[in-house]
Structure formats: structure tokens, C-alpha cells
């Protein structure tokens, strides 16, 4: 079974600064789907970005980008000029193709702080 | 485009009773809709994966019996929490996706309080 580790439970950044969130995961599968999700206060989970592990360049999303190191199975994402509306928790996803509408496994989460 | 709703957003209910929680998607059919449980400060634990016209598929640990899921249409599956107890208080989420290589969109939540 695919896991996803997270091993920073918490980070702070100043806004407008840069951070980098880590995240790791396990699997034998050589095609498959990462995200990165945000959980603000309301709860309301909201896709980040998205990598298709196939795919060699690394995904970028305004201020988002990933650092996708398949062989090293390391997905981090990087927050560019951060912003107070970036406080969040964050989550780190597998997704499998292998076949049919497989579910989403998530790491154990970030929660970000901003610092004004 | 791709709105998932959640029905109620918050719930009370008193131990013992049943409460039905409905996950809708909006403006697209959902093939697959997962159901997902949160406590505080955790992460997502999948519950359940359920297929329109199919039987839930539970994951190990997850009484089926006591967390009735219905998929019945292609826009519209429900979790129904039976002899509801305290220890069931959780925030409950699900999430709707067309297809295989489409994104999974996700509901706003449901809070459940068990008095």
C-alpha cells in the first residue's frame, strides 16, 4: 500500500517570504498522480497543484511550485512572496492510476503559519 | 465549474438516532464518490469508496453497518450514521470525481455533534 509522510507537523514563514514544505511517499507503482492541498479554517479543502509523476517538469502554480524528485519519491512545495491568506494546513496526496477512481491517500498534514 | 455540496453543513443529534448526511455534485456526474472522516488537527481517513449502482467498498475498520452509504444517482450519494454515539463526532467529507483521470472535487464538510 502507498504511503505519504509528512515530517513537519508545523511551520511559520514571514509573509512575503519563501517556505518549503516537505513531503515523501512510498509506492511501486511508476505512474501516478501528487497533490498538494490547503485546508484553511473553513475547512473546505482546496487542490493546490498537481503532478503527473510521468511528466518530468516540475508543476507550477503562480506562487506554488514543486520540487518532484520521482527516483528520491519526494514531492515538496515551495510558496513563493507568502501571504497571510496562505495560513493553512496542507496535505500532501498519492493518487494511484493503476485502475478504476482510486481514492486519495493523504499525509498527516502541515500546518503553516504566516507571520505579518 | 465542479461544485461538490454537503447537506447538512452542521448537525446535531441526540445518542441513539440516526442522522443522514447528503454529498451532491452540482454540475457534473460523479461515477465515484469517496467519504472521509476528520478529527481535529488530523488528517483525512478514508471511510469508504462508493461506485452509482454499486454496493460501498468499506476500508478495514469501518463498520458498514453502522455507516449506511447509498450512491444511487450519478449526482447524489448519502451517508447515514446509525445509533448515533458521542464517539462519532467528527467532521465528515466527501468527494465527488466524472472519471479515472479527472480530479476529485471535494464538499465543504459536514460537522456532526452526537449529545
Known amino acids: 500500500a502507498q504511503t505519504v509522510t509528512q515530517s513537519q507537523p508545523e511551520m511559520s514563514v514571514q509573509e512575503a517570504e519563501t517556505v518549503t514544505l516537505s513531503c515523501t511517499y512510498d509506492t511501486s507503482e511508476s505512474d501516478y498522480y501528487l497533490f498538494w492541498y490547503k485546508q484553511p479554517p473553513s475547512r473546505q479543502m482546496i487542490l493546490v497543484i498537481r503532478?503527473?509523476?510521468?511528466?518530468?517538469q516540475n508543476a507550477t502554480e503562480n506562487r506554488f511550485s514543486v520540487n518532484f524528485q520521482k527516483a528520491a519519491k519526494s514531492f515538496s512545495l515551495k510558496i513563493s512572496d507568502s501571504q497571510l491568506g496562505d495560513a493553512a494546513m496542507y496535505f500532501c496526496a498519492y493518487r494511484s492510476t493503476l485502475s478504476g477512481n482510486t481514492p486519495l491517500v493523504f499525509g498527516k498534514g502541515t500546518r503553516l503559519s504566516v507571520i505579518a | 465549474g465542479a461544485v461538490v455540496s454537503q447537506h447538512p453543513s452542521w448537525v446535531i443529534c441526540k445518542s441513539g438516532t440516526s442522522v443522514k448526511i447528503e454529498c451532491r455534485s452540482l454540475d457534473f456526474q460523479a461515477t465515484t464518490m469517496f467519504w472521509y472522516r476528520q478529527f481535529p488537527k488530523q488528517s483525512l481517513m478514508l471511510m469508504a469508496t462508493?461506485?452509482?449502482?454499486?454496493?460501498?467498498?468499506?476500508e478495514q475498520g469501518v463498520e458498514k453497518d453502522k455507516f449506511l452509504i447509498n450512491h444511487a444517482s450519478l449526482t447524489l450519494s448519502t451517508l447515514t450514521v446509525t445509533s448515533a454515539h458521542p464517539e462519532d463526532s467528527s467532521f465528515y467529507i466527501c468527494?465527488?470525481?466524472?472519471?479515472?483521470?479527472?480530479?476529485?472535487?471535494f464538499g465543504p464538510g459536514t460537522r456532526l455533534t452526537v449529545t
Open positions: 468527494s465527488a470525481t466524472p472519471g479515472q483521470y479527472y480530479e476529485q472535487y
Open positions: 462508493s461506485n452509482e449502482g454499486s454496493k460501498a467498498t468499506y
Open positions: 503532478q503527473e509523476a510521468y511528466k518530468q
